[in-house]
């Protein structure tokens, strides 16, 4: 099978400070990559290098068998959608969420514009909001339905790889979960292609089919997350581990309990 993304030799340095150093990593088609590593360790800079919003000082991203240069094309940009923290900083307050939705949907003619209504329906379907938001702004949602709203526009636009960055971070404890269940079936669903970074152990166990660690700047493991979790290879992995105390999110093979 072809690999979705792949990294090669990724360094990114900040002035003197080396924020990636030569990080390798590939992600197969339809699995979820989990990134965990302490606050500074690179996560965040990883997944701004590889949806292109940063030059890398050294190294490629490929998608697919193609080489993502420092000038992505339209398509190329499409293809790797990211979805923050704070839902805010992608959705304009000025739109009503029909503008949110229908932009990307036109812009690379996912559909026609007579489709685009019903198209804009459907994404909401598939995150569990009620059409008649169409007509509404972001802020007449909560935190968690604003979430929704950007997964809803991440996904309009028929990514090939979803790069999700502690997307359920800024959420309430249960609002968490319960984004974490609409992820979960949406990657079953969709046969997604994810990168999904989080400092919480527990949503990594509940989402990733590979989970990979880093550790200042550099990657220091990638394995299956059955093996991560039950062998941890490195001791910084195991230190990671036995710093909780208790999985907060129980979870049984295959989704969340
Ligand atoms: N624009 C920047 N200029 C200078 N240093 C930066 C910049 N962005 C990030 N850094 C530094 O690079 C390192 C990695 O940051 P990054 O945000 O990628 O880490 P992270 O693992 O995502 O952390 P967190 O979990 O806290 O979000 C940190 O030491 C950070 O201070």
Known sequence: MKTALQIEDLTVKYGEFTALDKVSLAIQP???????????????????????????????????????GKKR????????????????????PKHTIRQILSEGLLFHKVVDRAGVEQ?????????????????????????????????????SVEPSVIIADEPTSALDVSVQRSMLELFSTLKSELNLTMLFISHDLGVIH??????????????????????????PETSYSRELLSAVPKMPISITTGGLS
């Open 119 to 155: 198209r804009c329906k459907e994404l909401l379907d598939r995150v569990h909001l009620d059409e008649r938001a169409l007509g509404r702004y972001p802020h007449q949602f909560s935190g968690g339905q604003r979430q929704r709203i950007a997964i809803a526009r991440a996904l």
């Open 73 to 92: 094309s339209r398509e190329q940009h499409k293809d790797i959608q990211m979805i923050f923290q704070n839902p805010d900083s992608s959705l304009n």
């Open 206 to 231: 509940a989402i990733s089919d590979i989970v990979a660690v880093m550790k200042q700047g550099q990657l220091v493991e990638v394995n299956p997350k059955d093996q991560f979790f039950s062998r």
């Open 30 to 68: 339809h699995t979820t990559l989990g990134l965990v590593g302490e606050s500074g360790s690179g996560k965040s800079t990883l997944a701004r290098v590889i949806a292109g919003l940063i030059a890398p000082s050294d190294g490629q991203v490929l998608l697919g068998s193609q080489v993502l």
